[in-house]
């Protein structure tokens, strides 16, 4: 039809059931695995918070959005395994532009994402989220506040940005554990390789993602290395 | 032919005339916000549909009340002015669109008995009257000097809003809308040729009955050639600032275009007409090309027909309206200027001539073969003419001869 196919082509689409359209409010897309939502602190299998408050998630967050500040465990009554912990912790989120630099920062994996961002908060004090309100709960799984609209699997998954990089430095860490345990969870597995992720998540039509990580990876010999970005 | 108008105008004016004219303006006023306002829902939820998406479903059944939602929404909004605006003129242009909107559907046979060869007068409270508001001699002449002074409001609203895109885009909507009129009204000039008559009415009834067969229906699609219908099609997409004419409200490039300073209301004035003129254009076209309300009466009274018929037509040709906006993406400026000019002018004026020569070949008895052969030669040469001016043009500028 040359000039005028492309007619057909839309006619075509009337009454089809298939919609790229998500119902949001009512429905949610699927989120990547290491979406950067509102932080947790974590705990160790014990109980124990991982927080030593050394304050470098505070010195390396460009937003200077949080504030931290460390004080000695007492003896008796320890907070976290170590000598010190954080006395204060808080994080303003109306500041906070989820890149993540304060996770990579951390040295005991205390502070994470979860992949919940969709809190609005009526006033500053919400918006200012202290360290009762971040530390994990005795299950291990973020705390629902009421302005936060949590859906099921979102606080699942609330390491997943830390255990895809690499703790050691090194390129090849794939299938290495280099974390401690959770509360609640235990010692995490690790994520798979690459190319057995891709091979698992699109079976069929993968060209574009890897396409993608062509881009992503110029200049790598090996592929299976790329995760450590 | 001299046009005869409305016969309830023609006698003696009292107050049962009033009355019956004062229920037409109210019923075409309201006919027209309803339809406007279906238009926007039924635009936005079949585009949606075209494009796999979903569209307006929240407010009503099936979203039907959303545009009812946004002009309450409209209406509470702050209404800014911009510190620079040139205010009166910043009033004035929103009505300057809205208002000949309104006007151009006065002309419009909405309705009307024209089968079985009646000439689409219906009786109203026992007068004889035509179901459209005003059948001026003038007829479709009214309808381009409203759609002309539609672009006053527009470029107003563009040089008084005080900002620099909005001036853009009001320029390029000015020039648009000016050069497409030219092609807009040598496809009209094809159709009153065909016709022999500027009134409205007088245009539908010479398309009401059967042609060829007793089935074929008399329109001018067919009298005038396809031609300038598909002229006027392509043409009054682009008068109306639609998809995929609408570099004027390139949101890539120039924001919202004149609109860009509008807020509130005045915006939804803009809006307004913008929807508006795309039903009232569909009616144009409905009367110029689809014999408007005339199609045979297959059972009851024949005046319902009429408004059958119309709002039949209408829909299908807003169907396609939306139709080409869901498929073709938006054309570029320049683009747009050539086949304004070296499309769709050329074509017009060169079947102009064509079909007077047919009509005075008609007249004075010619042989009918060979006006058809040298009609399409003169046709063919033109063409050959203006394709061999604009290669020329276009090498010497490659060349840098001329600018």
């Known amino acids: 039809m040359g000039y005028l196919g492309g007619f057909l082509v839309s006619l075509r689409q009337i009454g089809r059931k298939q919609r790229v359209t998500t119902q949001y409010p009512k429905e949610k897309a699927p989120k990547p695995a290491r979406v950067h939502g509102r932080h947790v602190l974590n705990r160790y299998e014990d109980g124990m918070e991982k927080c030593i408050g050394c304050e470098l998630c505070a010195g390396v967050c460009p937003a200077k959005c949080i504030y931290v500040r460390g004080a000695d465990n007492e003896p008796d009554a320890p907070v976290s395994p170590g000598e010190r912990y954080g006395y204060i912790y808080e994080i303003n989120y109306l500041r906070c532009i989820h890149c993540d630099l304060c996770v990579e920062a951390c040295p005991t994996e205390a502070i994470t994402e979860s992949k919940m961002f969709e809190f609005s908060f009526t006033n500053r004090a919400d918006a200012i989220y202290t360290k009762a309100e971040l530390v994990v709960d005795d299950e291990g799984l973020p705390q629902k506040l009421p302005w936060e609209d949590w859906r099921p699997g979102e606080d699942t998954m609330t390491s997943a940005w830390m255990r895809a990089t690499s703790p050691s430095g090194a390129a090849n860490f794939e299938g290495i554990v280099g974390w401690s345990g959770e509360l609640g969870y235990g010692v995490r597995a690790p994520e798979a390789a690459q190319d057995i992720k891709d091979a698992i998540t699109s079976p069929q039509h993968d060209d574009h993602g890897h396409d993608d990580h062509g881009h992503d990876d110029h200049g790598h010999d090996d592929d299976s290395h790329d995760g450590g970005h | ?403």
Request: charged share 10%.
């Open chain 2, 1 to 403: 032919m001299m046009s005869g108008g409305d016969p309830l105008l023609a006698g003696h004016v009292d107050l049962a005339v009033v009355l019956i004219v004062l229920l037409k303006v109210v019923g075409i006023f309201a006919f027209l916000l309803v339809a406007t306002m279906l238009m926007i829902w039924f635009e936005r939820k079949f585009v949606s549909d075209l494009q796999n998406r979903v569209g307006p479903n929240t407010a009503g059944p099936f979203g039907v009340l959303q545009t009812l939602a946004d002009g309450i929404k409209f209406f509470f909004k702050e209404d800014l002015k911009p510190a620079r605006a040139e205010l009166r003129v910043f009033i004035l242009a929103p009505f300057l669109t809205v208002v000949p909107a309104f006007l151009l559907f006065t002309i419009i046979p909405f309705g009307g008995d024209f089968s079985n060869g009646h000439d689409g007068s219906v009786e109203m409270f026992g007068r004889t009257t035509y179901l459209q508001l005003a059948d001026p001699a003038i007829g479709i002449l009214f309808a381009l000097a409203m759609s002309s002074i539609a672009v006053y409001g527009v470029m107003l609203a563009g040089w008084s809003s005080g900002s620099k895109y909005p001036l853009l885009g009001s320029v390029r909507a000015s020039a648009q809308m000016v050069s497409y009129e030219a092609a807009l009204g040598l496809s009209i000039c094809a159709v009153v040729l065909t016709t022999g008559t500027l009134s409205t009415h007088e245009m539908v009834v010479s398309q009401a009955g059967s042609g060829w067969g007793n089935f074929i229906p008399n329109w001018n699609l067919l009298a005038a050639g396809i031609v300038p219908f598909v002229v006027f099609m392509i043409a009054s997409q682009a008068e109306l600032n639609r998809p995929p004419f609408d570099v004027v409200e390139a949101e890539q490039e120039l924001v919202g275009s004149y609109h860009t300073e509008y807020s509130s209301i005045r915006f939804a004035l803009f809006f307004v007409a913008e929807f508006m003129n795309s039903v009232t254009m569909a009616a144009i076209i409905a009367t110029l090309f689809l014999g408007g309300p005339a199609g045979p009466a297959l059972f009851g009274p024949g005046w319902l027909w009429g408004m059958i018929w119309f709002l039949v037509k209408v829909i299908g040709l807003l169907f396609v309206f939306v139709w080409v906006r869901g498929t073709v993406p938006r054309v570029r400026y320049d683009q747009l200027m050539d086949l304004g000019w070296k499309v769709l002018i050329p074509l017009s004026l060169g079947w102009i001539l064509v079909l007077a020569t047919f009509h005075v070949a008609r007249e004075q008895h010619w042989n009918g073969v060979i006006t058809i052969v040298i009609g399409g030669a003169v046709f063919l040469i033109g063409y050959g003419l203006l394709k061999f001016a604009i290669a020329t043009s276009k090498a010497r500028r490659l060349e840098g001869v001329v600018d």
